[in-house]
């Protein structure tokens, strides 16, 4: 048994003892983090108190074994973030979102200036709590890893000698995170008792928007009795009704049904199927005539509709105008489905690997035309890594370029967090420009990003735990706790008072952005079991792409102006 002894023992640095160590610590924590207290938990995020309590017991690991598995799970994390959040981050200003992205930059200045408030009250410089450690205890708030990671690479970065400054950001994390975590939650039923909220209510109104859905693909049988549209082809409709809209199929008065070409006449009596956004719908009852109750896939004929996934590269970030697919192969595609989301089926409409083609037409076609779409769910299961590693490559390099500001000691770089988070951004915004295939199956992407970000908390939390009961579990790491607290509630009060008293936003949706300015998935999941529908997750996903990049940048501004 000495072999056991020897390879459990706090003191030992080999690889299989460092390997052990850190798969005890992820599991466990991942284990632990799924119990629930009055219905919340912490998630991966207890990997973090685990490896503390290991640091604590004395387990140590190699110094540039920790610092490199620390930093490339950091990288893991954020780049799999930027991929997910990119396709979204810059539609997220459009409409509703400049509003809801505005109340979370409030909310992010904010954090910012009650931290600021506590550095000065407590002494500035001189004060027992260093602007390192605020910022630690600023990310706990505010339940931000990547803002930890930033502000951390960022210590080291302008002084490699500086662990223990590093460590004691660490510190302030853990202190504030629980609190922050529960702050969210308080502060969601504060706002509900403020405005007297009946979430029934709130619940029936959005179930009633119809605005919340107005970009969606909208489909309605029209019957055409406009006597001036009558004898006009497809093509002259178009350019009488500008909207985005896609004439997927034609019933002409003896039973016929036809997949319409530019060339083909619209008559009195045809029973149009249009796709168009919901809030176009009443202008093509006034041009072509009435709606009609009409089951179409009961039409017994050789016109059918299938999905057809995009799997070739070839086709990655080709607009679908340019597939011909009415000359070509007589097919209407009538809407795109990209991440469970409909799309209009527009012709500058770039595709992506994964998108789902709703197409009609006859079978034959459909075929052919899948043949030369790919259409191999197998192929969506094989990894992307080029694209991958290009973007972390391109991601570091960017992260090393030196900016100047004035009033910064060194030159500002967006670091190991910073840069990738970019690079990610763009490379899964535009990348298809560029014939770059963006794809990643979510549960792939979920599996890299969840072991990045169990492989950095981990790394933090041995490194932290030698000196964590001694830093924190006194009057000092209470008055942590209460800065802590402090930096999550506050802000959030006033950008919900906000949101409900001058924009008279929905709860549901103050709830979403809540918890997305924090990106918090154990608040979005209390907010979604208040809710019973998606608005929260909504309005999550419209403010956390700029949130998070948001927060990762001003943890490292902030550390650079006080250096």
Known sequence: MEWLIELLSPNNLTLASTILLYSFVIFAGIYLGKIKIFGVSLGVTFVLFVGILMGHLGYIVEGETLHFLREFGLILFIFSIGMQVGPGFFSSFKDGGIRMNALAMVGIGLNVV????????????????????????????????????????????????????????????????????IGIIITMIIIKKIFRIDVDKEIREVEEDKNDSQLAPHIVTLRVTNELINGLSIAKTHTLIPQNYVISRIEKPDGRVIIPTSSDILEINDLVLVVCSIQDEEVFTKFLGPIVDKKWEMVQGPVVSRRILVTKTEYNGAKLGSLRLRMGYKLNVTRVNRAGVDLLATANLRLQMGDRLTVVGKLEDINRLADK????????????????????????????????????????????????????????????????????????????????????????????GKDFAATVFNLRGATWVGYGFAITVIPLIVTGIIARWKYKMNYLSIIGMMSGNYTDPPALAYANKVANNDSPAVAYSTVYPLTMFMRVIVAQVIILCFI
Do not use: W
């Not at 407590?122 to 803002?147: D, F, K, Y």
């Not at 972390?392 to 009033?407: A, D, K, N, R, W």
């Not at 967006?414 to 770059?436: D, E, M």
């Open 114 to 181: 009650i931290m600021f408030a506590i550095y000065f009250l407590q002494g500035g410089a001189e004060g027992e709590t260093t602007i390192e450690q605020l910022v630690g205890i600023m990310s706990g708030a505010v339940t931000n890893t990547p803002g930890l990671g930033a502000g951390q690479q960022t210590v080291l970065q302008v002084n490699p000698e500086a662990y223990d400054v590093s460590q004691q950001m660490s510190m302030g994390y853990a202190a504030a995170y629980p609190l922050g975590v």
């Open 373 to 464: 779409l790919g259409n191999s769910m197998k192929r969506l299961n094989e990894p992307n890594l080029i694209t991958m590693f290009i973007g972390i490559f391109l991601g570091i390099i960017v992260g090393s370029i030196p900016l100047q500001f004035p009033g910064m000691s060194v030159p500002m770089r967006l670091g190991l967090a910073g840069g990738p988070l970019v690079v990610a951004i763009l490379i899964s915004a535009y990348g298809t420009k560029f014939h770059l295939v963006t794809y990643t199956n979510s549960s792939a992407n979920l599996l890299l990003r969840e072991i990045g970000i169990c492989l950095f908390l981990a790394s933090v939390g041995i490194a932290a």
